[in-house]
């Protein structure tokens, strides 16, 4: 009875069991295919994600003396600038001839005193960006704020297709010069780039430069032409300028070499046809100039140029020698309506001057200095003191030498309209430098200057004398500056 009494409901539960093999139920198929589409909806939000993430790229800033942010799709930013702030003395000119005036506010009276003694000024306060673009270019932007106003630095788009050795710089740049103009004011050892950089007025003007690069780095080549700088408000920019630099730069062992030349092709303004030479003390301090030509009538000069460096574990060395030659102009030459010489200065022939500088530097604590592309470039500190060292030290020497003196006819010094001789001035500057890097982006510099000065503003007082020139022409005195630097570049 019992077993018959079971059996029934034995039955009924394995009639409620469905096969394995038999085939689902309607709902149990939606269900399935739900999931399946929610599947392919997650796999292409998935794919939609990752397509977004390599397009935004990097969002969080990479650090190298300041934040920088760059995307995989070639588009990259940083924030830039420099800080320099100088104080320091330069003296009263010493062992100045009786007859020459030692005192005055103006060219040919004598020297401004009120330009000399302590001072202190911002050398350079410097705020722009600079960043890449897809397909090869890139951007540059500064504004220099020191002295209460603004000045434009660089301001530059480049071009160089990835993988080639050409670029091309459009905008406001520096024409090509010397390797210390080439370099940035944060690489320098000493103050104030060669007297050339001063003397010879070199300074950023609008144009283009068409370079070659070596892939392998052992020689570059460019050239370039120029009009006026930017900040020039006259509407008639005529002025211009062609120039073409070029170097080589093999190493040989420990031995990084450099030599390299320049030419420039420079022609003035049609309204105002002259060329002034003058030089600071070495320091920007002071303002005084006491090697000075005045403004001189001529339709623009040209200048070739040399230079030389070497860079041994922590030894280098470094020279550079240019040479003017002014295309004059006598009081004879016809203008036309535009054109005029804005000066009464007119030559009666054609005055050569002539800069150049020796340099000498080594680094006590064990650095290199930077080097790259035919230019110096930042010294990589080996023990800052945010890692317990003491920073790097430099100490460098340099002879720095300028002549405008140039006798350019016979007979009178001073004869009728046209000058026979040129009374720039010559000046000869023995400099040391100390240079403190506690870290990489800061520096502090100390720097000597004695220079001694023949001729110049002081003894063109003096006018009318006969072919052989009088003493005071040539009286020499001297002069002495301490200079101390705060930087900060990032």
Known sequence: MAAASFAPAGAARAQDAAP????????????????????????????????????????????KGAPSWAGNDGWSFKPKGVIQFDA??????????GLVPVSGTSAGTGVNTNNLGWNTRARRLIVGMEGSM???????????????GVNYEDMIISYQRPGSPWSLTLGHQYPLSSLE????????????????????????????????????????????????????????????????????????????????????????????QNIRYRQRPYSQVSNERFIDTGALAAKGDDILGGEIAFVYRSLHFASEYQHVWVRGLDADHGFGTNNAPGTTNFLAGDPQFRTGYVELGYFLTGETRGYKTGRWDRTKVLRPITDGGWGAFQVNGRFDFTDLNDRVAPGLVLAG????????????????????LPMDYVKFMLQYAHVDISGGPSARAFSGFATA????????????SVTLRTQLDF
């Open 417 to 436: 309209n046209d000058i026979t001789y040129v009374n720039g001035g010559t000046s000869k500057a023995y400099e040391a430098s100390l240079i403190w």
């Open 88 to 97: 320091g003395y330069v003296s009263l000119p010493r062992k100045i001839a």
């Open 134 to 148: 897809p397909a090869g270019f890139a951007y540059k932007f500064e504004l220099e704020l020191s002295q209460g």
């Open 20 to 63: 394995a093999d038999s085939a689902p139920s309607a709902g149990s198929a939606e269900t399935a295919a739900q999931i399946a589409a929610l599947k392919t909806q997650v796999e292409a939000l998935q794919a939609q994600l990752a397509a977004l993430s390599a397009k935004v790229g990097k969002v969080e800033p990479s650090w």
């Open 181 to 272: 103009l080439m370099t940035s004011n944060r690489f320098t050892s000493f103050m104030e780039r060669g007297g050339a950089v001063d003397a010879f007025n070199y300074g950023r003007r609008v144009g283009a430069t068409l370079a070659y690069t070596d892939p392998a780095s052992l020689w570059g080549l460019a050239a370039g032409v120029y009009s006026e700088d930017v900040a020039n408000g006259n509407v008639a920019r005529t002025g211009w300028q062609a120039s073409v630099r070029g170097y080589a730069s093999p190493k040989l062992g420990d031995f990084q070499t450099h030599v390299g030349f320049q030419f420039q092709h420079r022609v003035s303004p049609t309204d105002q």
């Open 469 to 480: 020139l009088p003493s005071g022409y040539r009286h020499g005195y001297g002069v002495d």
